[in-house]
């Protein structure tokens, strides 16, 4: 059975930082591209960061410079790494697990900042 469980997620100031985990089970961890998510309310899930399988990363153009995001094979984890965090950075942040055709979602995190 597969499992990709996140955690990290809270409420923080602006300015703040927050680090999300997501620790997957039941996957060949090393060979799936990872993923970080993220849904605010009214709007369409978007992609925040990725990390292939040969560590290239990919960023939304909205956090470059403040997130990143990294992999550690040996504990099959996935981190997101956020700081300088804005209002508008509040949602639903998702972990994602892909190696064709299998496609794997974690349950999601709440981050708010918010003074």
Known sequence: Q?????????????????RLSCAASGIIFSIYT???????????????????????TIYADSVKGRFTISRDNAKNTVYLQMNSLKPEDTAVYYCNARHAPNDYWGQGTQVTVSS
């Open 2 to 18: 597969v499992q990709l469980v996140e955690s990290g997620g809270g409420l923080v100031q602006p300015g703040g930082s927050l």
């Open 34 to 56: 990872l993923g970080w998510y993220r849904q605010a309310p009214g709007k369409q899930r978007e992609l925040v960061a990725g990390v292939t399988r040969g560590m290239n």
